[in-house]
Structure formats: structure tokens, C-alpha cells
């Protein structure tokens, strides 16, 4: 069956430091991979779009790859801050309309 | 740019009732919206992808009768919860795609729907 799997427990790490999060995802042949971040209450919010001829994509402290080989995105953000505490939900398209979503994994960055 | 809107923010209705949630991308048009709901803790379910003057396609295991979605124009799109129970209480978000965009979704902020 199709799944995608972004690690359940939460990610604490200390103010300063590069925050990695994972996403692989099986039985998926994605056009487009995307990250958004959700706080609580909120809706995602987009963050970053990488195609699947595209190895990493760079937008200011956030930095994603994307190994169509190993089935697997990392998602970096360097630099972190308590401001960047929240959910972060990878999502896959495959053709057509549809993009289905991980359950994200929870970032705490401490001052 | 690329801001969707959506109305109510929170609802509470009683069981039995009918409840209308909107959904407006404010200074783009979108030929294509979806709604997704959302369970605290757990990954959004998409649960209906609609087109501006077509039927909406469902996704498996939602019914269409009780979650009416009309797309309207290319800036609006509602969904109804007919007849709305308390297991239908969730967090109803619907996403935007923009024309001519990079295939990125834009999200509204979200109903969060209580049904007593």
C-alpha cells in the first residue's frame, strides 16, 4: 500500500542548530514533492516545492533534498529558531490533482 | 500574495443541523480547490477536489450527499455538512491552486466544527 512516513515523535533541538526533518514514502512515484509548515489551529502554510529531476532546493534558511532512488526528501532548516517550533507536513503528487500529506513531525527549537 | 480565506473560523451547531463552510482565494483565481479535514494529531484527509463549474470528485469513503461542495467562480468554493452529527466535528481546511502557479497548494485557515 502507498504511505508516506515523517517521524512521529517530536524533534527538539537547541536554538542555533540545523533541524533535519525525514520523509519517505513507498509504492509513490511523485512529480512534486512539497513541505509545509502548520502551527496549531492553523492551515499549512507552503513552504518549498522540488520536482522529481530536482536533486535540493534552497530558499533562505530552508533547504530541501529529494532522492528519487532512496524514496526519501530531508528537510533542513539552518540556523533554527523558537520562532520555527512547529508541525512540519510532507507532501507527495503524483500526476493529475491530488497531493496526499504525512502526518508531519513536530519541532520544538529551545532558546 | 496567494491568501486564502475561509468563513467561519469556528462553528457549534446542534446534531441534526446544516452547516456551510466558505472558502475564497482573495487575489488569485483558482480552477482547482479541495477540502481536506483533520483530526488533532493525525494527517490532513483529503476529502473532495473540486473544479469551477464541474461536480466535485470525492474521495473514497465520503459521502457526497452529506458533504456538498459547489464551486461556483474561480474565487469561491463551499462545503456543506448536511445534517451534521457529532462525529463530523473536525478541522475543515480548504487549499487553493493557483492558474498558471507552480502546483503549490494555498491554504485557508481553517473551521474548526463542533457538533453537539
Known amino acids: 500500500s502507498q504511505k508516506i512516513e515523517q517521524n512521529s515523535e517530536a524533534l527538539n533541538i537547541q536554538e542555533g542548530k540545523t533541524a533535519t526533518l525525514t520523509c519517505n514514502y513507498t509504492?509513490?512515484?511523485?512529480?512534486?514533492l512539497q513541505w509545509y509548515r502548520q502551527d496549531p489551529g492553523r492551515g499549512p502554510v507552503f513552504l518549498l516545492l522540488?520536482?522529481?529531476?530536482?536533486k535540493e532546493k534552497r530558499k533562505e534558511r530552508l533547504k530541501v533534498t529529494f532522492d528519487t532512488t532512496l524514496k526519501q526528501s530531508l528537510f533542513h532548516i539552518t540556523a533554527s529558531q523558537p520562532a520555527d517550533s512547529a508541525t512540519y507536513l510532507c507532501?507527495?503528487?503524483?500526476?493529475?490533482?491530488?497531493?496526499?500529506f504525512g502526518a508531519g513531525t513536530r519541532l520544538f527549537v529551545k532558546a | 500574495g496567494a491568501v486564502v480565506s475561509q468563513h467561519p473560523s469556528w462553528v457549534i451547531c446542534k446534531s441534526g443541523t446544516s452547516v456551510k463552510i466558505e472558502c475564497r482565494s482573495l487575489?488569485?483565481?483558482?480552477?482547482?480547490m479541495f477540502w481536506y479535514r483533520q483530526f488533532p494529531k493525525q494527517s490532513l484527509m483529503l476529502m473532495a477536489t473540486?473544479?469551477?463549474?464541474?461536480?466535485?470528485?470525492?474521495e473514497q469513503g465520503v459521502e457526497k450527499d452529506k458533504f456538498l461542495i459547489n464551486h461556483a467562480s474561480l474565487t469561491l468554493s463551499t462545503l456543506t455538512v448536511t445534517s451534521a452529527h457529532p462525529e463530523d466535528s473536525s478541522f475543515y481546511i480548504c487549499?487553493?491552486?493557483?492558474?498558471?502557479?507552480?502546483?503549490?497548494?494555498?491554504f485557508g485557515p481553517g473551521t474548526r466544527l463542533t457538533v453537539l
Open positions: 487549499s487553493a491552486r493557483r492558474v498558471g502557479g507552480e502546483n503549490e497548494q494555498f
Open positions: 509504492n509513490y512515484s511523485p512529480a512534486y
Open positions: 522540488i520536482r522529481e529531476n530536482e
Open positions: 507532501a507527495l503528487r503524483e500526476g493529475g490533482f491530488k497531493t496526499i
Open positions: 487575489d488569485f483565481q483558482a480552477t482547482t
Open positions: 473540486s473544479n469551477e463549474g464541474s461536480k466535485a470528485t470525492y
